[in-house]
């Protein structure tokens, strides 16, 4: 998930990328009718009921969204509710435990993912005013970790558990500054540190590339800063999420984000780096026909084929399985994607069609459930409707109990 609010994203970055014109905009597919367009009754509008909700959502202090999650899960917000919709709603947290499908819990654990949205802003250099160099990340750690003491100030019988994970746009900072953000807020211990005096909160690495993160940059100096987070994360057994799907906050041109975010970008990471582990976002969703362009023609067979057989379409989700069968570390997860059934449904007809038991079994035990809250409120009406989405699967018991609680406690390696 995405703990932030307004203040936390480089907005100023996000409008300059679009600077390289319209037809790169159109090209990105952001308003692609199946990623956030509002379609309903033939209505094609992007300022829509979901979309004020997520502003909504997005406009709390992060400590309120987080007691948010939980009051949704609890059923506070049925009132919202009407018709079938009101009558069919069970609470996911009562009694102090959460229960989902057949299964209890004492503990909800959270993972949000913080942005790391620093920028040297070099371009700006022409404009009028001054432009400082800016290290957002450390306005959100500091608002993060005050949001986690806030929650366990003000619900004292609260249910969540936090294992944040840190993010690192390595182009906007010196080494010596990456070095120093990691030595601060890493937990190599994987053990949750809840010492009130400590920093060290964090169990892994966030990249999102499309913030201008090339994953193996030819330039010298660039590489080296991820090199010593790559040996670092391998050596501590850490783990390293990177967003994975064609859209998203972007502060590059299309062509470029997509470069960098292509899961085969990553292979030569895992040739060096073998060990690795690491988490590709969302499973690669593609919403535009054009972020693979040097295979267009072949993915228009595939993608025909694909719909027929109601199987995932998106070239980058073939991408990452195909690494997942090379390299024993790389995951994939759910959020944002599990937004629709379709989703699950083309995720279990590919399972299905896998003859390798002992494949299909790998990928299984390689898959994490995630929200992407509030990012997904572009899809869904709440927390509780994509717990729904997930607990309607057809998955089965002990594949639920993998994805939402096993896998992801491998992935952390936290010793609980």
């Not at 203040?7 to 300059?16: L, M, Q, R, V």
């Not at 993060?144 to 690192?168: C, Q, R, V």
């Not at 809840?194 to 920093?199: A, C, I, V």
Request: net charge neutral.
């Amino acid at each position: 998930m995405h703990a932030m609010n307004l203040e936390h994203p480089d907005f100023i970055s996000s409008i300059y990328s679009l600077n390289s014109g319209i037809a790169d905009l159109l090209t990105s597919g952001f308003f692609s009718t199946s990623y956030i367009l509002d379609t309903q009754k033939g209505n094609y509008s992007l300022l829509n009921n979901k979309l004020i909700n997520l502003l909504l959502a997005f406009d709390k202090p992060i400590g309120e969204t987080f007691s948010m999650i939980e009051n949704d899960l609890k059923g506070l917000y049925i009132d919202k509710l009407s018709g079938k919709e009101k009558e069919e709603y069970t609470p996911y947290i009562y009694s102090g435990k959460l229960k989902f499908r057949n299964i209890e819990y004492d503990k909800f654990a959270l993972i949000p993912l913080l942005m790391d949205f620093s920028n040297n802003h070099k371009d700006f250099s022409k404009a009028y005013y001054p432009v400082s160099r800016e290290t957002k990340i450390l306005k959100y750690i500091d608002d993060t970790l005050t949001a986690f003491s806030d929650y366990k100030k003000y619900n004292k019988d609260g249910i969540l558990e936090f294992f944040p994970l840190l993010g690192i746009n390595t182009p906007a900072h010196s080494l010596e500054f990456v070095k120093d953000l990691i030595s601060t807020y890493i937990n190599k211990t994987h053990t949750q540190n809840n010492h009130k005096s400590s920093k060290k909160k964090f169990y892994g690495i966030k990249f999102y590339p499309p913030l201008g993160l090339n994953p193996w940059p030819k330039d010298k100096t660039e590489l080296n800063k991820l090199l010593y987070i790559y040996q670092f994360c391998t050596e501590n057994n850490l783990p390293i999420i990177t967003h994975c799907d064609d859209q998203g906050f972007r502060t590059i041109p299309t062509k470029e984000a997509w470069a960098y975010t292509n899961p085969q970008s990553w292979e030569v990471v895992l040739k060096e780096f073998p060990t690795l582990k690491i988490d590709f976002a969302h499973s690669g969703k593609q919403y535009s026909s054009l972020s693979n362009i040097p295979t267009a023609s072949i993915i228009a067979q595939n993608l025909i084929k694909r719909k027929a057989e109601r199987l995932p379409t998106s070239p980058w989700f073939y991408n990452i399985i195909s690494l997942m069968k090379k390299y024993d570390n790389v995951y994939l997860d759910f959020s944002f994607s599990g937004s629709t059934p379709q989703f699950y449904n083309e995720l279990i007809n590919f399972l299905n069609l896998e003859e390798n038991k002992d494949i299909k079994q790998h990928i299984i035990e390689h898959s994490l459930f995630g929200s992407d809250f509030s990012v997904n409120l572009f899809k869904v009406k709440s927390y509780s409707q994509y717990f729904n989405i997930f607990e309607n699967s057809q998955f089965s018991d002990e594949e639920i109990e993998l994805f939402a609680s096993k896998n992801p406690i491998k992935f952390l390696d936290i010793n609980l």
